[in-house]
């Protein structure tokens, strides 16, 4: 498996733009978390999804950040619109959750809102 | 004041040094995790653990509930175990709080 993957790895918007960030978790993986890390608040949960369902969103800055889960393979971040505050790394993990497993992280997206 | 304390924030060693980096927290867990981020950013998640002890390669982890208090040791540290290492806690209720990191250079 080639593991966690995000695109894009960098992105350069304009305020007030749409962005999505794409995550696909490993194959057979039943938990997907999205995360945001910045200078000044390090890393942070934003959402994570059980068997595609959100379970704890209350992490998502603001109504402007949305996420889905439309299967198993496949999860996106939405910002709309963009802000320079949204700037930062925004990274996705998966795991087995069934206990006593650990999550594998993506790359990262590198976001910035100018 | 934070749910998860780390110490120390920055350490430096000398190679071959054992390390021990410290985490503790203040809310009922149902897991507590270890990651580490590299210099280039990617983040590797290294124990996910709920009590005793773990060990991977020249890494423990050990967890002490009562206490609330989690080490991660590096035996014979190395250039190589240069970077961020993030102690996060999952409580009861399935909430994810993240320490603040303890940036660790190892010096050859």
């Known amino acids: 498996d080639a593991g966690v993957i995000q695109s894009p790895r960098h992105e350069v918007t304009e305020m007030g733009q749409e962005v999505t960030l794409r995550c696909k978790p490993i194959?057979?993986?039943?938990?997907l978390f999205w995360y945001r890390q910045t200078m000044m608040r390090g890393l942070e949960l934003l959402i994570y999804?059980?068997?595609?369902?959100?379970?704890?969103d209350s992490g998502m800055p603001e109504d402007r950040f949305s996420a889905k889960m439309p299967n198993a393979s496949f999860s996106t971040l939405k910002i709309q619109p963009s802000e320079p505050r949204d700037s930062a790394v925004y990274f996705c993990?998966?795991?087995?959750?069934?206990?006593?497993?650990?999550?594998?992280f993506g790359q990262g997206t590198r976001l910035t809102v100018v | 004041k934070n749910e998860v304390e780390q110490s120390p924030q920055n350490l430096t060693a000398q190679e071959g040094e054992f390390i021990t980096i410290n985490c503790s927290y203040s809310?009922?867990?149902?897991?507590l995790h270890w990651l580490q981020q590299h210099p280039g950013g990617g983040i590797v998640s290294l124990f996910m653990?709920?009590?005793g002890k773990k060990k991977h390669g020249r890494l423990i982890a050990t967890i002490n509930i009562q206490e609330k208090h989690s080490s991660l040791h590096i035996t014979a540290s190395h250039p190589r175990d240069s970077a961020v290492y993030i102690c996060?806690?999952?409580?009861?209720?399935?909430?994810?709080?993240f320490g603040t990191g303890t940036s660790l250079t190892v010096i050859p």
């Open positions: 996060a806690v999952t409580n009861t209720g399935n909430q994810f709080y």
């Open positions: 194959s057979g993986h039943n938990s």
């Open positions: 653990l709920s009590s």
């Open positions: 999804f059980n068997n595609n369902v959100p379970i704890d």
């Open positions: 809310v009922g867990i149902s897991a």
């Open positions: 993990a998966s795991s087995f959750w069934e206990g006593d497993t650990e999550a594998f």
